[in-house]
């Protein structure tokens, strides 16, 4: 019998998806940022956990986890349908901290690989009887790990899995984490072990049936459609009726009036949390998942509703890491836009400062106006060369402060700010242009003066200071291009002129266009392109076409055949 009737069309449309999720990213610091971090996590957790793995096999056992908060008899009531301890249970919170898979031992296989949960090392128990010695971690003194390739239990990222021949075949019980565990990875784990599942069965407490937490969670099952079934845990008996109709009000008002939801009465057995249930009071949820894994049209509508429910929402959640992902380019090119204007600001501000003749200050200006008499050529390039240097590299910082002003006390102020290292190697950087520069200009002047046959070296350094002075001293300087034409001749200035001033706009425009670049390749590194929105949003419109001409899922009526199997009103132990 097909559980599911699934064409390979849908498994490649879904792989590739998967792989379109697994590829998003947002490195950018935006307000939804984490969210969507999240949510491409409980995605991911979905497809290989659960959705995949259950299309590629869909006669694999049924999965059920025991989720709920802390502290709500999550162990307690998996070693009570087992009928023995697979689990640790007590009273120090969080008790489960590396969770336990418990299934018949014909079903080894299912779980001996990666089929479900692949991010988890399995860890394998031998068969325990009651009253025999386990160490602290729940394992055999004398076995160690079992046969799973002989790694102890360390509680991280691990999965405890256990044989029990207590469950029939094809079925598998999970007792997860705490959802809402103080321990942060324990929390995450706990989502992700939901999402691996075929059925949801939370479970809650009479004290704390109406806090967020199981709420959050009912909430969630409700929006993927998953099969669900709720446990109202120690429950006093005085108390029974009233508060089982109060939890009904408020999963009536949820829209969850005809979940299966089963009572369990407060039990001596549950307060130490060691002890086992009597058979009576887990018969009624023991026989739920029994019928839901023995019945073959049950079966087929729990696997059927689940496995819709997963492929209906992830149009909605799809949209929401594409518009996420949207986001992120978006904000990648207005930090792309900020960065290019700051430099073209101040690559205009530069050009405008060496026309204004602002470097003929300082040394340069005392070695002017002792030129040529008491101060050298090489004298004058070297207090032009530093004072370019420092002009260049005080528009680099310009630029970067503008920047920065630019994006404010905001979500990515200080994003990727320039370190004193970088701005040092950035003035090293500037330094060897300018220097270049000046070798240039002086084996320009060298070359017009041999042309004009002035073989001196001395009218060569001359030649290179006025050609210095010229292009840098602005009106001050006037008399160099008069100097420099009564020594190489008008036009043969002029041209040397040219080709000088050109070489300095190529060298400001470099410098700048360097550390702009610098820049924008740090932006390049965090992938906030447009493509991952594209391909996210081809990849679920392929899927989508898929699904609708193949329609695998047999959504409808899914929901009354699970009920008609299970139980739609309160059941206290085993009592229907």
Same mark, same amino acid.
């Given at each position: 019998?097909a559980i599911l009737?699934v064409?390979?069309e849908?498994?490649? #449309?879904l792989?590739?998806?998967r792989d379109?999720?697994?590829?998003?990213r947002?490195?950018l610091?935006l307000?939804?940022?984490?969210?969507a971090?999240?949510?491409?996590?409980?995605l991911l957790? @979905?497809?290989?956990?659960?959705?995949v793995?259950?299309? +590629?096999n869909?006669?694999?056992?049924?999965l059920?986890v025991?989720?709920?908060?802390?502290?709500a008899?999550?162990?307690t009531?998996?070693?009570?349908?087992?009928?023995?301890?697979?689990s640790?249970a007590g009273v120090?919170?969080?008790t489960?901290?590396t969770p336990?898979?418990?299934c018949h031992?014909?079903?080894?296989?299912?779980?001996?690989?990666?089929?479900?949960?692949p991010r988890?090392e399995r860890?394998?128990v031998?068969? @325990?009887?009651?009253?025999?010695?386990?160490d602290?971690?729940?394992?055999d003194?004398?076995?160690?790990?079992?046969?799973?390739?002989? #790694?102890?239990?360390?509680?991280?990222?691990?999965l =405890?899995?256990?044989?029990?021949?207590?469950?029939p075949?094809g079925?598998?019980?999970?007792d997860?984490?705490?959802?809402?565990s103080?321990?942060?990875p324990?929390?995450?784990?706990?989502?992700e072990?939901?999402?691996?599942?075929?059925?949801?069965?939370l479970?809650?407490?009479? #004290?704390r049936?109406?806090d967020a937490v199981?709420?959050?969670?009912l909430r969630?099952?409700?929006?993927?459609?998953?099969?669900?079934a709720?446990?109202l845990?120690r429950?006093?008996?005085?108390?029974?009726?009233?508060?089982? =109709?109060?939890?009904?009000?408020?999963?009536?008002?949820?829209?969850?009036?005809q979940?299966p939801r089963?009572?369990?009465?407060?039990?001596?057995?549950?307060?130490?949390?060691s002890?086992?249930?009597?058979?009576?009071?887990?018969?009624g949820?023991?026989g739920?998942?029994?019928r839901?894994t023995?019945d073959?049209?049950?079966?087929?509508?729990?696997?059927?509703r689940?496995?819709?429910?997963?492929?209906g929402s992830?149009?909605?959640r799809?949209?929401a890491?594409a518009?996420?992902?949207a986001?992120?380019?978006?904000?990648?090119?207005?930090?792309a @836009?900020?960065?290019?204007?700051?430099?073209e600001?101040?690559a205009?501000?530069? +050009?405008?400062?060496?026309?204004?003749?602002?470097?003929?200050?300082?040394d340069?200006?005392?070695?002017?106006?002792?030129?040529?008499?008491?101060s050298?050529?090489?004298?004058?390039?070297d207090?032009? *060369?530093e004072?370019?240097?420092?002009l260049l590299?005080?528009?680099?910082?310009?630029?970067?402060e =503008?920047?920065?002003?630019?994006?404010g006390?905001?979500?990515?102020?200080g994003?990727?700010d320039?370190t004193p290292?970088e701005?040092?190697?950035?003035r090293g950087?500037?330094?060897?242009?300018?220097?270049?520069?000046?070798?240039c200009?002086?084996?320009?002047?060298e070359?017009?003066v041999r042309?004009?046959?002035?073989?001196?070296?001395?009218?060569?350094?001359?030649?290179a200071g006025?050609l210095?002075?010229?292009?840098l001293?602005? *009106?001050?300087?006037?008399?160099?291009?008069r100097?420099?034409a009564g020594?190489?001749?008008?036009? =043969?200035a002029?041209g040397? +002129?040219?080709?000088a001033?050109?070489?300095?706009?190529?060298? /400001?425009?470099?410098?700048?266009?360097?550390? +702009?670049?610098?820049?924008?390749?740090?932006?390049?590194v965090?992938e906030a392109?447009p493509e991952? @929105?594209?391909?996210?949003?081809a #990849?679920f419109? /392929?899927?989508?076409? /898929?699904?609708?001409?193949?329609a695998?899922?047999?959504?409808?009526?899914?929901?009354r055949?699970?009920?008609?199997a299970?139980?739609?009103?309160?059941?206290?132990?085993?009592?229907?």
């Amino acid at each position: 019998m097909a559980i599911l009737d699934v064409r390979p069309e849908l498994l490649d #449309a879904l792989t590739a998806l998967r792989d379109r999720v697994a590829a998003a990213r947002f490195p950018l610091p935006l307000p939804d940022a984490e969210r969507a971090r999240r949510s491409r996590a409980e995605l991911l957790a @979905q497809l290989d956990d659960y959705l995949v793995p259950r299309l +590629r096999n869909p006669r694999a056992p049924l999965l059920a986890v025991i989720g709920g908060s802390t502290g709500a008899g999550k162990s307690t009531l998996v070693n009570s349908i087992v009928g023995r301890r697979v689990s640790e249970a007590g009273v120090l919170r969080p008790t489960t901290r590396t969770p336990v898979l418990v299934c018949h031992p014909e079903d080894r296989a299912w779980f001996a690989g990666r089929r479900v949960l692949p991010r988890l090392e399995r860890v394998w128990v031998p068969r @325990q009887e009651d009253g025999e010695d386990r160490d602290e971690d729940g394992t055999d003194d004398e076995s160690g790990a079992g046969e799973a390739g002989g #790694a102890r239990d360390t509680g991280e990222r691990a999965l =405890r899995v256990e044989t029990d021949p207590g469950l029939p075949p094809g079925l598998a019980l999970l007792d997860a984490p705490d959802i809402d565990s103080l321990f942060a990875p324990n929390r995450d784990l706990a989502a992700e072990l939901i999402c691996a599942a075929d059925i949801w069965v939370l479970v809650t407490t009479a #004290a704390r049936y109406a806090d967020a937490v199981p709420w959050h969670l009912l909430r969630t099952a409700k929006e993927y459609d998953v099969t669900l079934a709720t446990v109202l845990d120690r429950v006093p008996h005085q108390m029974a009726a009233d508060v089982a =109709r109060q939890y009904g009000v408020l999963l009536q008002r949820e829209g969850l009036g005809q979940v299966p939801r089963f009572t369990i009465p407060e039990l001596p057995e549950s307060a130490g949390g060691s002890g086992l249930l009597p058979v009576s009071a887990v018969a009624g949820l023991k026989g739920w998942l029994e019928r839901c894994t023995t019945d073959p049209e049950t079966r087929r509508a729990v696997v059927g509703r689940t496995a819709a429910g997963a492929v209906g929402s992830l149009r909605a959640r799809i949209a929401a890491l594409a518009g996420a992902s949207a986001a992120q380019h978006a904000a990648a090119l207005h930090l792309a @836009q900020q960065t290019e204007t700051a430099y073209e600001q101040a690559a205009a501000r530069t +050009r405008a400062r060496i026309t204004s003749g602002e470097l003929l200050a300082g040394d340069a200006a005392t070695h002017w106006l002792g030129f040529p008499q008491d101060s050298g050529g090489d004298e004058l390039l070297d207090a032009f *060369t530093e004072g370019l240097t420092a002009l260049l590299t005080g528009a680099v910082s310009a630029a970067d402060e =503008r920047i920065a002003e630019a994006r404010g006390s905001g979500p990515l102020a200080g994003l990727q700010d320039i370190t004193p290292e970088e701005r040092c190697e950035g003035r090293g950087r500037a330094g060897v242009l300018v220097r270049r520069w000046r070798r240039c200009v002086e084996e320009l002047a060298e070359e017009e003066v041999r042309a004009a046959e002035r073989a001196s070296a001395a009218d060569a350094e001359r030649a290179a200071g006025l050609l210095a002075a010229a292009l840098l001293g602005g *009106t001050a300087a006037q008399g160099a291009c008069r100097a420099l034409a009564g020594l190489l001749g008008g036009k =043969r200035a002029q041209g040397l +002129r040219e080709r000088a001033d050109q070489l300095l706009s190529d060298c /400001v425009e470099r410098v700048l266009h360097e550390e +702009r670049e610098r820049r924008l390749a740090l932006l390049d590194v965090l992938e906030a392109g447009p493509e991952p @929105q594209m391909e996210l949003v081809a #990849a679920f419109s /392929v899927l989508s076409k /898929v699904d609708e001409q193949a329609a695998p899922l047999a959504h409808a009526g899914t929901a009354r055949e699970t009920g008609r199997a299970g139980v739609s009103s309160t059941t206290t132990g085993g009592e229907g």
